[in-house]
């Protein structure tokens, strides 16, 4: 019994060297455990091709992640902003390639067109395109017959300010609701200025417009006075039938941190501006 007790009997230099040695144990597992938290598999990946597939597969987690918490619009991808290319899930590569074939004035006209332009991958593109929106030019490519002199029709035709929901039922198509509809919106606006603000009338198709404009046309438009986009105030643009007041904030940031604004196109670069809409309104804004 004696002698078993003396293998646990150390004097102090025993002692110090049991200490250091579990110390040394505790720091070499803390130091293992911080490293593992930090390492990331692709930190090792030196095959330039391997990094690419790295890069594709971070893609497609970040589209499936974002996909299940952010609530995605209807957009036209040709207006694609760094903040939402990235939202959706594409590499800062993928958005540069976008932006440097829109930098050259083309334009994406499909789904299949947009990733042979970014290289995205199947399943991101599966995701979101979807959500694309492309001008009624590109997705109806019906030729335009004019069977007679433009001006003959439009002579023709009544003043779509003026037309009741009577007269809309008329039109093939329209029902008392869409014709109902397209009344409350022109009271709306306080009048149609051009024949497209016919495009922001829920449930429109393209075939019923192209109806409508058979029998109407704008002949008595609204004065407008066009706002300077560059000098115009908030409340000023929160006044634009498309803008609410923090639209109008946001593109008066927008300006001031970019010290003015270029072009229309210009603003789809702002978070949430609806860039399908640009059409309309450049109706009632000047950048002069």
């Not at 035709?157 to 008392?176: F, M, P, T, W, Y």
Request: charge should be neutral; avoid cysteine.
């Amino acid at each position: 019994m004696k002698d078993f007790r003396s293998h646990f009997v150390f004097n102090r230099s025993q002692r110090n060297g049991i200490f250091i040695l579990v110390l040394i144990i505790v720091v070499l597992q803390l130091g293992y455990f911080f490293w593992s938290r930090s390492y990331s598999p692709s930190q090792d990946i030196e095959d330039p091709e391997l990094a690419v597939f790295q890069k594709k597969i971070d893609s497609i987690k970040l589209a499936n992640k974002v996909g299940d918490t952010i609530r995605i619009f209807p957009f036209n991808p040709n207006f694609l902003t760094d903040y939402r290319g990235y939202t959706l899930g594409l590499t800062v590569e993928e958005i540069d390639r976008l932006h440097g074939f829109r930098a050259e004035d083309q334009w994406v006209n499909s789904a299949e067109d947009f990733q042979k332009v970014t290289g995205v991958h199947d399943t991101v593109l599966e995701r979101i395109s979807k959500y694309f929106r492309f001008p009624d030019w590109v997705t109806n490519t019906r030729p335009v017959v004019v069977k007679a002199n433009p001006a003959e029709l439009i002579i023709n035709k009544q003043d779509l300010n003026s037309a009741s929901i009577e007269d809309l039922i008329e039109v093939r198509g329209i029902g008392e609701t869409l014709a109902k509809r397209i009344v409350n919106y022109r009271n709306r606006i306080g009048g149609f200025v051009d024949d497209i603000q016919l495009k922001d009338i829920f449930g429109l198709n393209f075939e019923t417009r192209d109806e409508v404009r058979r029998h109407f046309t704008v002949k008595n438009a609204p004065p407008v006075t066009l706002l300077n986009i560059n000098t115009a105030t908030v409340l000023e643009l929160s006044e634009v039938p498309y803008f609410n007041y923090e639209l109008a904030r946001e593109i008066v940031n927008y300006r001031i941190l970019h010290e003015g604004i270029r072009s229309f196109e210009e603003l789809a670069k702002i978070k949430d501006f609806p860039s399908e809409k640009i059409d309309r309104i450049a109706l009632y804004l000047t950048l002069k």
